[in-house]
């Protein structure tokens, strides 16, 4: 990969979680329920944005880990076990993220107030999601069937 290409998409990844944070710490100041809440009403006393945090979590984690998979083919360093483990990790946060969203849609459409914003946001987090876990489970086994290849044949020379 060339260096100008993956320093561009990490740029990405960074101003991605810039995005989101800022989503995260200003959008329940404003949203309808909350417009006059004081800033400890609507941090504290709202058991779903506390869950939504918590459930950021994985994301979090999945684009720190694309961010070293970029590094490592800047390096060239993509045939090697770490980059097995960083695929391996992101399948995982991305199927803790369907099942903090699928979680987060019960809860909702149990509620009382059927908000469908917030549904379309699950159902899109949980598309997303599986697309991001399947891509990842078929990189992560190619990925080990040429490291496996590579130290085969780095034994034999």
């Not at 979090?60 to 694309?66: D, E």
């Not at 483990?85 to 019960?106: N, P, Q």
Request: proline share 3%; glycine share 4%.
């Amino acid at each position: 990969m060339q260096r100008s290409s993956s320093i561009f998409l990490q740029a990405v990844i960074v101003l991605i979680d810039l995005g989101v944070l800022a989503l995260m710490f200003f959008e329940p100041q404003v949203e309808g329920r909350n417009a006059n809440a004081t800033q400890f009403e609507v941090y504290f006393q709202d058991p779903m944005l506390a869950y939504a945090y918590i459930a950021t979590i994985p994301f979090f984690v999945t684009l720190y880990h694309a961010f070293k998979l970029l590094r490592y083919a800047r390096q060239n360093q993509m045939f090697s076990q770490e980059c097995v483990k960083a695929l391996w990790i992101i399948k995982y946060c991305a199927l803790a993220l369907i099942g903090f969203a699928v979680f987060g849609e019960i809860f909702i459409l149990l509620s009382d107030s059927h908000e469908p914003p917030a549904v379309v946001i699950g159902v899109l987090t949980i598309f997303g999601s599986i697309v991001i876990a399947t891509a990842a489970t078929m990189s992560e086994r190619i990925l080990q069937n040429a490291v496996d290849i590579k130290s085969e044949n780095d034994l034999m020379v």
